[in-house]
């Protein structure tokens, strides 16, 4: 997708009130957002439909809401005060700062497009007959990419596993990686930077502590572990799940809602007997993956990447990717994490933190897997792929917001076809009867046409219009978003109909 495409999407969603910058008036806050009357529902309905996956479904987990603060010496258990960092370069002539692995990551990226775009000059030369696994295999150029690519690929994780910052220097002077704002190679050493924002707390400086703002909603579980456990009376395996704020000093905030410094978290943590992370590891890659599935999303936009480099607390780890009109990106974590959490907050509070399995008898400090999924960059998942436009059969255009109707901002918007003979009043009526239970819209402006199109642009899966008829027989019309198709419908039928294709559980169970 090109860059024009994303600059549309972006201002579709200031447009119509899906997403502001942050403090506009002021020239806004770099890599903060606001969401707006439109995207605070469609972002509810993304944590809703989540929490009703994770909590609602499943007896064994439940969820908690912990503070943002916490004591400061969680971030020294968990390793982030040591280790929460990214390596950080800056180009001396345009004076932007970058992130190494980033600058490399793009670098591979483009040598994998090369390959794509010789592939594509073939296949559109030689069509039907193209054979496109001898053309990888033989091609000297597409070998020669390949080559780079391995070599690249390898010293690159070397580096990271090993934290080596002069070899990614190295590896960027070596491939000849240009700044992107000034064109030149003019380039620092690359530098550890911790992502961790810092406040205190206390009205004195002498009584005044520090604490960090958090940078994972995880912490806040793995300190509540013993009391969910104990209070809940949990049994191995069980999760708890958490929806929240987050917040990293991202050295390269771009990409509008993808990464920001200020943004939130949909995680869970699920503890396991040890020894069994390779079985539950595998189960919630599954499950998470189902979970995108269900709600229809096209499933080649997704896919698994296996991390380079393990965080300091991980025995395994992936992502699901997702293909953002920047190329395929991390949307979720799902990460083994061993007992790496527990057991430092157990040396660092000195408070045992151990679970009795009276299964067998045996005590152990529980392991741990994570699914952690951006809130924010599901949101842009979900946008991204449903803005569409739709040529029509009088050749106009149509801007449509194909969400999956269930995180629709408005389940439906009531629409008199005409402002007078009553027909507003009958709408209201009929609207009132409805609107405890959907989030309904009501326009009255306009005429018909233009009034649907400002509905599908903001993704509202029925519109249902009142007119003369239905003063004499009690129907309406109602049409659907994607299909344009229009049928009546007595409006007794309403609530069912919009009951049965609005219902929650059956798209979370088309997952299962
Ligand atoms: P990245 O490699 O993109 O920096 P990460 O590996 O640091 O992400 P995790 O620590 O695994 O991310 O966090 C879990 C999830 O939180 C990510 O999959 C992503 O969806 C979301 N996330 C992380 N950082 C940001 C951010 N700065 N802005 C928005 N969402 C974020």
């Keep these: 997708m090109s860059d024009e495409k994303f600059k549309k999407i972006v201002s579709h969603a200031k447009e119509y009130g899906f997403i502001f910058q942050s403090s506009e008036i002021y020239d806004g806050l770099s890599a903060v957002y606001d969401y707006g009357q439109n995207g605070v529902l469609l972002k509810n309905n993304i944590k809703e439909y989540w929490w009703k996956s994770m909590v609602q479904l499943n007896d ?12 400061p010496t969680t971030w020294k258990a968990s390793g982030h005060v040591d280790a929460f960092n990214d390596p950080l370069i800056d180009n001396k002539d345009s004076k932007k700062r970058y992130r190494a692995d980033n600058l490399i990551e793009d670098y591979l990226q483009k040598l994998e497009l ?21 053309f990888l295999e033989t091609n000297p150029r597409v070998i020669n990419y390949k080559s780079k690519i391995d070599v690249i690929h390898n010293r690159f994780s070397k580096a990271l596993n090993n934290d080596d910052l002069s070899e990614l220097k190295k590896i960027i002077d070596d491939c000849e990686i240009v700044c992107p ?8 050493d690359v530098k550890q930077f911790n992502l961790m924002f810092r406040t205190q707390l206390g009205a004195t400086k002498t009584s005044s502590i520090d604490l960090f703002l958090r940078p994972e909603t995880a912490q806040g579980i793995f300190l509540n572990y013993l009391n969910v456990q104990k209070t809940g009376r949990m049994k191995i395996p069980f999760g708890i799940a958490q929806i929240g704020k987050a917040f990293r000093n991202e050295i390269v905030a771009r990409q509008f809602i993808f990464r920001m410094r ?53 025995d395994a780890a992936c992502d699901i990717e997702f293909n953002f009109p920047f190329g395929f990106k991390e949307l979720e974590g799902i990460h083994s994490r061993t007992d790496f959490d527990l057991s430092n907050h ?21 392991y741990v897997l994570e699914t952690s999924i951006g809130l924010d960059r599901m949101f842009l998942a979900i946008f991204t792929s449903s803005l ?63 009034r649907y199109r400002r509905q599908d642009a903001i993704g509202t899966p029925y519109c249902i219009t009142v007119d003369h008829q239905t003063v004499t027989d009690n129907t309406v019309t109602i049409r659907e978003r994607d299909s ?19 219902n929650i559980n059956n798209w979370l169970l088309n997952s299962a």
């Design 60 to 71: 064994n987990i439940v969820g908690i809401d912990s503070a943002i603060f916490s004591h």
């Design 262 to 314: 200020e943004f939130e978290q949909m995680e869970m943590q699920f503890f396991i007997k040890p020894g069994s992370q390779k079985q539950w590891y595998e189960y919630w890659k599954k499950e998470r993956l189902n979970w995108h599935l269900s709600l229809g999303i096209d499933k080649s936009l997704f896919r698994f990447h296996n991390h380079e480099k393990l965080a300091h607390y991980a």
């Design 114 to 134: 090369k390959i794509l775009k010789e592939q594509k000059n073939q296949e559109k030369r030689f069509g039907e007959s193209f054979d496109k696994k001898t």
């Design 388 to 450: 569409t436009y739709d040529k029509l059969e009088d050749s106009s255009k149509r801007v449509v917001l194909k969400i999956p109707s269930i995180l629709a901002p408005y389940k439906c918007a009531f629409l008199p076809l005409l402002k007078k003979d009553g027909l507003p009043e009958i709408t209201k009526k009929i609207q009132k009867k409805l609107k405890l239970n959907f989030s309904t819209a009501y326009d009255e402006k306009d005429a018909i046409g233009r």
């Design 346 to 366: 157990e040396k660092y509070s000195s408070k045992q933190i151990k679970y009795f399995d009276s299964v067998d008898n045996s005590k152990y400090t529980p």
């Design 181 to 188: 704002i000034s064109g030149t190679r003019n380039w620092t």
């Design 484 to 502: 344009m198709n229009q049928e009546r419908i007595h409006i007794d039928k309403l609530e069912e109909f919009l009951r049965s294709s609005l």
